[in-house]
T-cell receptor, first 112, second 114 residues
Framework: KNQVEQSPQSLIILEGKNCTLQ??????????LRWYKQDTGRGPVSLTI?????NTKSNGRYTATLDADTKQSSLHITASQLSDSASYIC???????????FGRGTSLIVHP | DGGITQSPKYLFRKEGQNVTLSCEQN?????MYWYRQDPGQGLRLIYY???????QKGDIAEGYSVSREKKESFPLTVTSAQKNPTAFYLC?????????????FGQGTRLTVV
């Protein structure tokens, strides 16, 4: 069964600090992996997409990594800001279906 | 602007009533989806549609119904058979070509049973 597991479930950090969120998946064959940011009460918005051949991709202060061999991805947030407080969702496509598999998300709270 | 629009943003339903959530997209996407999100939970797939006049049940379709009469529209009806409908509902759409297809989400509808 296609699964996406995210850790930690929640995270609290101080403004200006860095943090890393983890995503492990079993989806096979792999097509792509996306990280979404979801602000409270709003729809998710795509941050990055990674395909099989990509190891690292950055979007401003967000850097995603992918290890397709171990089926792991991480999202690193540098110099966190209060506006980074949100849920971060890992979504993996593949597994013989065009329906993507969603992780449960990591809830990040950034305190001043 | 191109995008996907859900309405209303907030919806209140009395027990025993059916309510319909609207989802419209002008991205020319073939695929559309409805998800349900409960507090602290991930997104769960209710229904999806790959093409006009065709749709498939997702993981939690019981108590819900959909239609896809137009490519741009994919309304979701929450029926009285859904025993716990209070949740945040998200509609999404995506193209089905290529390996880098992105799902675009609406802003969601928060449904509350009163």
């Amino acid at each position: 069964k296609n699964q996406v597991e995210q850790s930690p479930q929640s995270l609290i950090i101080l403004e200006g600090k860095n943090c890393t969120l983890q995503c492990n998946y079993t989806v096979s064959p792999f097509s792509n992996l996306r990280w979404y940011k979801q602000d409270t009460g709003r729809g998710p918005v795509s941050l990055t997409i990674m395909t099989f051949s990509e190891n690292t991709k950055s979007n401003g202060r967000y850097t995603a990594t992918l290890d397709a061999d171990t089926k792991q991805s991480s999202l690193h947030i540098t110099a966190s800001q209060l506006s980074d407080s949100a849920s971060y969702i890992c979504v993996v496509s593949g597994g013989g279906s065009y329906i993507p598999t969603f992780g449960r998300g990591t809830s990040l709270i950034v305190h001043p | 602007d191109g995008g996907i629009t859900q309405s209303p943003k907030y919806l209140f339903r009395k027990e025993g009533q059916n309510v319909t959530l609207s989802c419209e997209q002008n991205l020319n996407h073939d695929a559309m989806y409805w998800y349900r999100q409960d507090p602290g939970q991930g997104l769960r797939l209710i229904y999806y549609s790959q093409i006009v006049n065709d749709f498939q049940k997702g993981d939690i379709a019981e108590g819900y119904s959909v239609s896809r009469e137009k490519k741009e529209s994919f309304p979701l009806t929450v029926t009285s058979a859904q025993k716990n409908p209070t949740a945040f509902y998200l509609c999404a759409s995506s193209s089905q070509t290529g390996t880098n297809t992105e799902a675009f989400f609406g802003q969601g509808t928060r449904l509350t049973v009163v």
